[in-house]
């Protein structure tokens, strides 16, 4: 059994910055693919980020245009995502999420490939 608490959401200004943090439990985040995904009320959930076990590999959407950055510490069992030049459309619910998989597989984009979902923590970003 794992377990990912995320947490860090809040409220800021556009053009300011948020980091968000997931802590896994259960067994070590060393042998997890991790992700970030979001989703806006009334719209649908959508990936944000994915890292491989190593962290050596990263991918993002390319609606995020280089404004995050995920990384992990595995001594920590923990995965950020960096959230820089925060706009009010990143206004969402961000979840982290884990599987077993493969990064390498390439269906790091699609919820279905993730086996463990953190409860979720609050983004908003107002003009």
């Known amino acids: 059994q794992v377990q990912l608490k995320d947490s860090g959401g809040g409220l800021v200004q556009a053009g300011g910055s948020l980091r968000l943090s997931c802590v896994a439990s259960?067994?070590?985040?060393?042998?997890?693919?991790m992700g970030w995904f979001r989703q806006a009320p009334g719209k649908e959930r959508e990936f944000v980020a994915a890292t491989s076990r190593s962290g050596l590999m990263r991918d993002y959407t390319d609606s995020i245009a280089g404004r995050f950055t995920i990384s992990r510490d595995n001594a920590k069992n923990t995965v950020y995502l960096q959230m820089n030049s925060l706009k009010p459309e990143d206004t969402a619910v961000y979840y982290c999420?884990?599987?077993?998989?493969?990064?390498?597989?390439?269906?790091?984009?699609?919820?279905?490939?993730?086996?463990?979902w953190g409860q979720g923590t609050q983004v908003t970003v107002s003009s």
């Open positions: 259960g067994r070590t985040i060393s042998v997890l693919t």
């Open positions: 999420a884990a599987t077993l998989q493969n990064y390498y597989t390439g269906n790091y984009k699609k919820q279905s490939f993730y086996d463990y």
